[in-house]
């Protein structure tokens, strides 16, 4: 499962249309959010929180594997794996130091080489098979509409074909991600969507919350579980920050209480289309205003910018939507 000949025989058969194609898939996190916020403002607000949470999540824990076993990448073991749709060439100095059986491990040589002097991020498991695959398989049993469950399967299908395609993750990487997206898909449909208690605490609003042991748990983990994450080393800035940004955008909606998902088709639209305005209008606001300033790239500002876009596009939007009539508030 960490052999190299799969890749070069896939490559081997590369065409400049398979290229763009799968790296159209390979990009899918550059999209991957303007489709989530769809589903929570078009489809199910209460489904979309939950994909979100379980997206989010997945990227923290894939990024601490990665940096806790630190194993290499296909294209930085073998310079026969080409660097499809980057445009540059495959400089590693190893070659065909891939497993040499399908069940064998990587010469620990190249390893502990590439572990001293690091060439390339890390592989295993794949971030993009499993983060796609947690968001598609959600969607797939929480968005009971035809088209959403084709794309779901097509992405849950193409995105990790993608990553072998183009260079960047053993098969071995591949069946770890679909490993772990099965567990998060497990636990936040089983374990959180489909339960009661959360189904009766989503909607309720805070004054009419009871104020138990459960709800004091759900408070930690909505509010300080975030922080303590960040005290894992190699956490992931970006996800945990948004995290929390969702998180205090839902208490803070609570107030007056959640949104319910009912509308028209036209209802669903313009609140879908108020969510992806302010989400790529608070980007670019933020983005000029730091740049100005000359803060942008600091692990502060990006939290901190983070945590604004979320919090106030679950909120802001949520609440000028009711005010305009697209949603209707749980009471």
């Known amino acids: 499962m960490f052999q190299t000949e799969i890749l070069i025989w896939m490559q081997s058969h590369a ?15 550059n999209w991957v959010i303007p489709l989530m916020l769809l589903i929570l403002f078009a489809i199910s607000f209460r489904a979309g929180f939950v994909l979100i949470q379980a997206v989010f999540w997945n990227m923290t824990i894939v990024i601490f594997l990665k940096e806790l076993l630190l194993l290499p990448r296909p294209s930085s073991v073998d310079s026969n794996v080409k660097l499809l749709g ?15 059986s399908f069940f064998g491990g990587l010469p620990r040589d190249a390893v502990e080489a590439l572990r001293a002097d690091p060439i390339d991020t890390w592989g295993l498991p794949s971030g993009h098979t499993s983060s796609s695959t947690t968001f598609a398989g959600l969607a797939y049993l929480l968005v009971k509409n035809r088209w959403v469950r084709i794309a779901a399967a097509a992405m849950i299908l193409f995105v990790p074909l993608s990553r072998l395609y183009l260079g960047r993750h053993f098969l071995a990487d591949i069946l770890a991600g679909y490993a772990l997206s099965l567990v998060f898909i497990l636990l936040f449909y089983h374990g959180i969507y489909r339960r009661r208690w959360f189904q009766d605490f989503f909607h309720t609003r805070w004054d009419q919350t009871p104020w138990n042991a459960r709800t004091w748990t759900i408070l930690f983990y909505f509010i300080v579980l975030p922080f303590l994450i960040l005290l894992i080393p190699y956490a992931r800035i970006d996800a945990v920050s948004a995290l929390l940004g969702l998180n205090l955008g839902y208490i803070l909606l609570r107030i007056k209480g959640a949104p319910l998902d009912s509308g028209s088709v ?39 910018h983070n945590v604004l876009i979320m919090m106030i596009l679950i909120w802001v939007s949520t609440e000028v939507s009711i005010r305009l009539g697209f949603f209707k508030r749980a009471v």
């Open 86 to 100: 980057k445009g540059i060439p495959n400089k590693t100095p190893f070659e065909s130091q891939g497993a040499r």
């Open 266 to 304: 036209l209802q669903r639209a313009g609140r879908a289309g108020i969510a992806l305005v302010l989400y790529f209008g608070l980007n670019l606001v933020l983005g000029v205003i730091e740049g100005l300033l000359s803060t942008s790239g600091s692990d502060i500002v990006l939290f901190a």
């Open 15 to 29: 065409t400049g249309l398979w290229t763009a194609f799968f790296k159209f898939w390979s990009g899918y996190n």
